[in-house]
């Protein structure tokens, strides 16, 4: 089971809260300084910024161009 669109309108990154992007499995954070991915596991995001992976600006650019 997918993200419900309903919930990921009122997701934000809760590092600097911008909106998030659904890639796969796991979530992206809009905002080109933050760059965090938190993961989505058994269909539960992982919104804890301790457990988050900050993408190097090239694969942030990447996913952002296939949005």
Do not use: H
């Not at 796991?26 to 993961?39: D, H």
């Not at 694969?59 to 952002?64: D, G, L």
């Amino acid at each position: 089971m997918a993200i419900a669109q309903d919930l990921l309108d009122i997701l934000a990154c809760p590092d600097c809260k911008s909106p998030l992007l659904l890639d796969g499995e796991r979530l992206i954070c809009k905002k080109a300084e933050c760059r965090r991915a938190y993961a989505i596991r058994d269909d539960i995001p992982i919104m804890l910024i301790e457990e988050s992976q900050v993408l190097d600006r090239a694969a942030w650019e990447q996913v952002m161009k296939g949005q």
